[in-house]
């Protein structure tokens, strides 16, 4: 199961990262270090739109492309077709 942590608000620099199983921010200022999603099986790939607050990320155990709303603090899954 996908469990979401909403830390994606604020004005300060972050990097966003992935280590497979979960999705994290390192705040670049204060060196906070926040969980955003956990319970991922294999994440190879992560994108964001600045625009949107939008965070993206495929998992290819599971072949799945899912979604982090930070305006939400929801995430949403999309299943392969193939």
Not at 62 to 76: C, G, H, K, P
Request: net charge negative; aromatic share 14%; hydrophobic share 45%.
């Amino acid at each position: 199961m996908c469990q979401v942590h909403s830390v994606l608000a604020g004005e300060e620099p972050f990097l966003l990262f992935a280590n497979r199983h979960d999705l994290r921010e390192l705040r670049l200022y204060s060196g906070n270090y926040h969980l955003i999603v956990d319970g991922q099986k294999s994440i190879i790939a992560l994108d964001y739109d600045f625009a949107e607050k939008l965070l993206f990320w495929s998992d290819v155990a599971t072949e799945r492309i899912s979604m982090y709303d930070s305006s939400l603090f929801a995430a949403v899954q999309f299943e392969s077709q193939s």
